[in-house]
């Protein structure tokens, strides 16, 4: 992140503009909307700014700029529609003490003035670094649709209301009552007609404050193979509303970034023979904190209910008395298949797919060998990596094919995926070679798409070259 997004008090502060044509009125257009004292250098002035100086909105020198007009000013804008002009009024009001932006010159600005959706005093502020302003123009055309022209009002309104909110406990009470009126009560309360919102406020604070508080609660959340997009939409409104955050190692960095950023977040990470952090001290945790009244989200990799030792966390909420809910996620094989441009079963192949594991709390996890050694068979095989001769071994030994496909999946979902297409024989070689340290899942039995096409491809051109 090149620019550091920032909202400036500009009420009563001089920002100076100097230029008088389009590129100036585009930037007025926008400054018209602050509180700030507004002052244009412009030798010839277009009408627009001419109406604006009269009507009283702003200040208008009908000259070029010279040293002395930036001082005191917050902000500068070099609009010139000339890269000489721009470079010289630019330099005096550096030299003023004034942040400098000159418009169209990224490398020259020391601040940038975003794409902004305005329903005062509710704003947002769209930003690409200057590398994409179409992209911008198009988030912001996206936004100014989703949010209501009600959300400005309703905004002022529940501002001065705020001293009067602070009766509420800080935190989970808070939040509730403010979600309460800008989606519910608020709205209906401004359809109502005039005054209503501020009717509705005093209601409802009543109502809340009325309210016996309420307990701690866990929500057991499946994060999906790591692609935030991948992520349910009732996970990330729990995310959103989570006083505490604990987590798996395997979480993505782009998913904790989707939680409250005052929310308490936790690494609960565990390795295979590895370090770890003990699962009673995670269920410890989980119980701590709903206990004393927060909202818990327990983040788990892929399914919550794969391989994540759930039943364990729930008897723990169980035994303490805490309520507890689960939230499915996208499995990593589900990731990983999608990814070889598979499905996990297909008619003539295989009715079913095994899940497994690759090692337990004992070590090395045995299964039933004889049955996966079969032709057609097909798992997804968790944490593999490090038990992956382990497995070679125990299915050779119980008649496998040494041809038997077998693909490696790292980073399932993300931008750095990598796919590792192998055979029995060559597994745990193969992998080795391959250096994989991200999260990877193995599915024994299914070799990606596109290898299976180039090979059938060959074998179609083998056999008409026998036939002539």
């Not at 009408?47 to 909105?57: L, S, V």
């Not at 499995?331 to 090692?359: D, K, P």
Request: glycine share 10%; with cysteine; proline share 5%.
């Amino acid at each position: 992140m090149q620019h550091f997004p920032v909202f400036i008090a500009v009420a009563g502060r001089r920002i100076v503009v100097s230029g008088g044509g389009g590129a100036a009125i585009a930037k007025l257009r926008l400054l018209l909307k602050t509180e700030a004292r507004l002052t244009v250098l412009a030798a010839d002035p277009a009408p627009e700014i001419e109406r604006w100086a009269a009507e009283g909105r702003l200040t208008l020198t009908r000259r070029a700029l010279e040293p002395g007009d930036v001082l005191c000013a917050a902000l500068f804008y070099a609009a010139n529609e000339d890269a000489a002009e721009d470079a010289r009024t630019a330099a005096i009001a550096r030299a003023e003490g004034a942040l400098v932006n000159i418009v169209d010159n990224l490398e020259g600005s020391a601040f940038i003035t975003p794409a902004i959706v305005d329903r005062d005093p509710v704003v947002v502020a769209i930003g690409t670094e200057g590398a994409a302003p179409v992209l911008a123009r198009a988030i912001k055309a996206d936004l100014e649709a989703r949010l209501p022209a009600a959300l400005g009002p309703l905004a002022r309104i529940g501002k001065m209301f705020r001293k009067k909110a602070e009766d509420l406990p800080t935190g989970r009470a808070r939040r509730e009552f403010w979600r309460d009126y800008y989606f519910s009560d608020g709205p209906r309360a401004l359809a109502a007609g005039e005054g209503g919102p501020h009717a509705a406020l005093h209601d409802l604070l009543g109502r809340h404050l009325g309210r016996k508080a309420r307990p701690g609660y866990v929500f057991f959340v499946g994060a999906g193979p790591g692609d935030p997009e991948l992520l349910t939409l009732k996970a990330r409104r729990v995310l959103d509303e989570a006083d505490v955050v604990i987590h798996d190692r395997l979480i993505a960095p782009e998913i904790l970034e989707l939680a409250r950023r005052e929310a308490i977040v936790i690494d609960a990470g565990k390795e295979g023979f590895g370090a770890s952090m003990p699962q009673q001290d995670i269920n410890a945790l989980i119980v701590e904190h709903a206990r004393a009244g927060g909202q818990v989200v327990r983040l788990k990799s892929g399914d919550a209910t794969v391989f994540g030792r759930l039943d364990e966390e729930m008897d723990a909420c169980d035994a303490a008395g805490v309520g507890f809910q689960v939230l499915p996620g996208i499995t990593a094989a589900s990731a990983a298949v999608a990814a070889l441009g598979q499905s996990l079963t297909r008619r003539g192949r295989n009715a079913s797919v095994r899940f497994l594991t690759g090692h337990d709390m004992k070590g090395f996890a045995d299964h039933d060998w004889a049955a996966l050694a079969r032709p057609g068979e097909v798992a997804a095989i968790y944490m593999g990596r490090k038990a992956a001769r382990f497995i070679q071994g125990r299915l050779l030994m119980h008649g496998a094919d040494r041809g038997t496909p077998v693909s490696v999946v790292e980073n399932a979902s993300r931008p750095d995926q990598r796919i590792l297409a192998t055979a029995l024989d060559r597994f745990p070689a193969e992998l080795a070679d391959a250096r994989m340290s991200g999260p990877v899942l193995t599915i024994y039995g299914l070799a990606p798409r596109t290898a299976l096409r180039a090979l059938e491809a060959f074998q179609d051109n083998a056999e008409k070259q026998e036939l002539a």
